[in-house]
């Protein structure tokens, strides 16, 4: 899986239901490793620009080309979890998946607002 993201908004809160959210369906298959990284090619808001991580475990996909409004996942948003990871500037959020048994999980994360934002995402074996 690779692709790119690209949005705005005006909000960066779940509980209001016209926020863009970017999510990423995937499963690890049994005794395979994935990487899942998420770049962030341009931010708003510069230094102080800034979208939290947030994993569901389970497979997600209930939106269009990746994309979907926080209203979508609403059904779904008590088991949504904090990655308690920070993605600023030009960071990027990577994360190795393993597991013995096959399991799905989706990353979920709000495009900041402040102007247009870029992520460019991939899933790859290794």
Known sequence: MDFTVTGT?????????TVSVVYVPFTVAAN?????????TKM????????DIYIYNGYWDAGTNHMCLSKDVY?????IQS??????????YTKIYSEVTSKSY??????????????????KQI
């Open 9 to 17: 908004n005006d909000c960066l809160r779940f509980l209001n239901s």
């Open 32 to 40: 395979q490793n994935w990487q899942l990284t998420v770049n962030c």
């Open 44 to 51: 708003p808001g510069g230094a102080n620009g800034y979208t």
């Open 75 to 79: 059904p779904i948003l008590s088991q």
């Open 83 to 92: 990655a308690d990871y920070e993605l600023k500037g030009t960071t990027a």
């Open 106 to 123: 989706t990353v979920f994360f709000i495009i900041p607002p402040g102007g247009q934002a870029t992520f460019h995402i991939t899933y």
